[in-house]
C-alpha cells in the first residue's frame, strides 16, 4: 500500500483547491441569486446546516468528475489548452449534475433557477482556469525549477527503455523526481547508465533498496522479459510503500486504448494495488446486488421483448446456461439470451480455433479494426445478431450478478477449456470477480490481441476503485448503442 506523505504533493493540494472552487462559485451563485438574512444565516428558508452539508458533499463528488477527466495528471495541469479543454468538460458533468439534483430533490437548498446555474457555470469556469491554468500551472513549475518537494525515484530496468526514462526525467524537472539509480540484473555494479545515475542493485533488492534510499517512486522499465516475470517484480513492488509506475512494452496496450499519465515523451502506467482490498471486495458486493437488483426490475419489459423475440425467431429455449470460470477458477453457471442455434456450444473446430489463437499470441495493434472475437456467423440467428452487436444477450448475467457469481465491473468468465490452456499469469486475471463488464468492453472488445486482453484486465486489477468501476459502466453505454467492436 502507497504511503500517503510519499505521495506527489499535488495529488493532496489539487483536489482540495478543486473543492474550494467549486463551494466558492456555489457561495457566488447563492448570493447573487438573493439570500434572505432572518436572524441567522440562512439561505431562501433553509437552515445553514443543510446548507453546509450541500456545499461541503457537491464539491466533493464534483472532484471526481476532475479525476475522471485526469486532471490530477502532471502531464495535464502543466498544460494550458489541454487542461482548460478538460476543466470545462468536467464542469459540464458538474453542472449536469447539479441540474439532475434540482429536478429529482425539490429543495430550496439546491440551485434551483437558471439565473442561479448560470452564475455558478461562469464563476466555476473563470475560477478554475484562473487558478488551475495561470496561478497553480506558474507556481508549480517555479517550484519544480527549485527543486522543492522532489521526491526519490528509483528505475527498475537500465536497458535502452531505462535509459530514455532517466533522460526524460532529467529534462522535465516539473515531473518533481529525483532519480537515486537503477536496478538491474545485466549491468555490473556502479556503472553509470545515464548522467550521474548508475547501477545501485540487482532487481531481487528492490524491496530493500526502496527502504534504504528512501524510495517515493518505483518505475518498472524491464525490457526482455516476459509477462510472468513481469508480473513477479510487479508484486514485489507494490508491497512497499512507495508509487508503482509501469513502462513496458509488455503494457503498450494500455497507453494504446486508454489516456495515460506521460514522463516527457513516455507513457507511464500507473499501478496501486496488486490485488483489491477486501474492504473494495465489500463495496463491489453492496453495490452490484443494489444496481443488479434495480436493472431487473426496471428491465422487465425488455426482457419480456426479448425473450419473445428469441423464442418466434428460432427453435429452442429462451435462455443458453453455459459453464464457466469464474474466481479463482471456480465453474458456475453463466448466463445469456441465446442469440445461436442450440448445440453451437459443442463447436470443436472453434474450441481448437480459440486455443490457437491463444497460443499463437496474436498482438493487434490499435489501428486496426478487424475483430479478434472466434465466432462461427452462420450459426448465430438473425435476431442474435442483433443482439450480439448490442450486446442485450448479455442483460440475463444480472442473474449472475444477484447470485454472487459475477459482478458489474471486472474481467470477463472463460470457458473451461480456456481456463485450461492458460498459462500461470494469465490465471492473475481471474483472481478477481469476473464482470459483466470491464476494461477488454470498453477500452479493447474484439479488436485486440489474447495476451493484451489480458494486460487490460491485470490493470483494472491493479487500479481497482470506485471511480474506475463507475467510469467503465458509464463508457459501456456507448459501447453497446453502437455495437463498438462486437460481434
Known amino acids: 500500500m502507497v504511503s500517503l506523505r510519499k505521495r506527489a504533493v499535488h495529488a493532496f493540494i489539487l483536489p482540495v483547491l478543486d473543492w474550494l472552487t467549486i463551494v466558492a ?12 438574512f432572518a436572524g441567522e444565516f440562512t439561505f431562501v428558508g433553509a437552515p445553514l446546516e443543510g446548507e453546509i452539508v450541500f456545499l461541503v458533499t457537491f464539491g466533493a463528488a464534483a472532484t471526481l468528475f476532475f ?82 518537494f522532489h521526491r526519490n525515484a528509483l528505475i527498475v530496468g537500465a536497458g535502452e527503455n531505462g535509459k530514455n526514462l532517466a533522460i526524460n526525467l532529467f529534462l522535465n524537472d516539473h515531473l518533481g523526481l529525483n532519480l537515486v539509480g537503477f536496478l538491474d540484473d545485466e549491468l555490473p555494479l556502479g556503472k553509470v547508465v545515464f548522467n550521474r545515475a548508475k547501477v545501485i542493485g540487482r532487481v531481487a533488492e528492490l524491496k530493500d533498496i526502496v527502504k534504504v534510499f528512501e524510495v517515493q517512486e518505483v518505475i518498472i522499465s524491464l525490457e526482455n522479459v516476459d509477462h510472468g516475470s513481469l508480473i513477479n517484480v510487479l508484486e514485489i513492488a507494490t508491497s512497499t510503500d512507495a508509487v508503482v509506475k509501469i513502462t513496458s512494452p509488455l503494457y503498450d496496450v494500455v497507453p494504446a486504448r486508454l489516456f495515460i499519465e506521460k514522463y516527457g515523451n513516455l507513457p507511464v502506467v500507473g499501478v496501486s494495488q496488486f490485488s483489491p482490498s477486501p474492504l473494495m471486495e465489500v463495496y463491489k458486493r453492496m453495490f452490484d446486488s443494489l444496481l443488479a437488483a434495480l436493472g431487473l426490475l426496471l428491465l422487465a419489459p425488455l426482457f419480456g421483448a426479448i425473450a419473445l423475440a428469441v423464442k418466434m425467431g428460432s427453435d429452442g429455449p429462451v435462455f443458453f446456461a453455459q459453464t464457466r470460470i469464474g474466481k479463482g477458477g471456480r465453474p458456475f453457471k453463466f448466463y445469456k439470451f441465446r442469440s445461436m442455434t442450440v448445440g453451437s456450444d459443442k463447436d470443436k473446430d472453434r474450441e481448437k480455433t480459440v486455443v490457437q489463437f491463444m497460443q499463437t499470441k496474436t498482438k493487434n495493434t490499435p489501428t486496426e479494426q478487424a475483430s479478434t472475437k472466434i465466432v462461427n456467423e452462420s450459426r448465430v440467428t438473425p435476431i442474435g445478431r442483433f443482439l450480439r452487436k448490442t450486446s442485450l444477450d448479455e442483460l440475463p448475467q444480472l442473474f449472475n450478478v444477484l447470485k454472487g457469481d459475477m459482478s458489474l465491473v471486472g474481467p470477463r468468465p472463460c470457458l ?67 455495437g463498438s467492436g462486437a460481434k
Open 416 to 482: 473451461p477449456f480456456e481456463w485450461e490452456h492458460y498459462e500461470e499469469w494469465h490465471k492473475r486475471r481471474l483472481s478477481v470477480m469476473p464482470g459483466c463488464t470491464g476494461m477488454w468492453q470498453v477500452a479493447g472488445r474484439s479488436v485486440v490481441g489474447f495476451e493484451d486482453m489480458v494486460v487490460l484486465d491485470l490493470y483494472y486489477i491493479q487500479n481497482a476503485s470506485v471511480l474506475l468501476d463507475f467510469g467503465l459502466l458509464l463508457k459501456t453505454l456507448p459501447v453497446m448503442l453502437f
Open 25 to 36: 462559485a456555489l457561495i457566488f451563485a447563492i448570493i447573487f441569486r438573493g439570500r434572505e
Open 67 to 148: 479525476r475522471y477527466q485526469s486532471l490530477y495528471k502532471v502531464n495535464v495541469f502543466v498544460t494550458v489548452a489541454d487542461q482548460i479543454i478538460r476543466i470545462l468538460k468536467a464542469l459540464l458533468y458538474t453542472i449536469l449534475g447539479l441540474a439532475l439534483l434540482s429536478f429529482f430533490i425539490r429543495t430550496n437548498w439546491i440551485l434551483d433557477s437558471r439565473l442561479a446555474m448560470a452564475y455558478f457555470s461562469v464563476a466555476a469556469a473563470l475560477l478554475l482556469i484562473g487558478g488551475r491554468a495561470i496561478v497553480f500551472r506558474n507556481i508549480y513549475l517555479w517550484l519544480s525549477r527549485r527543486k522543492v
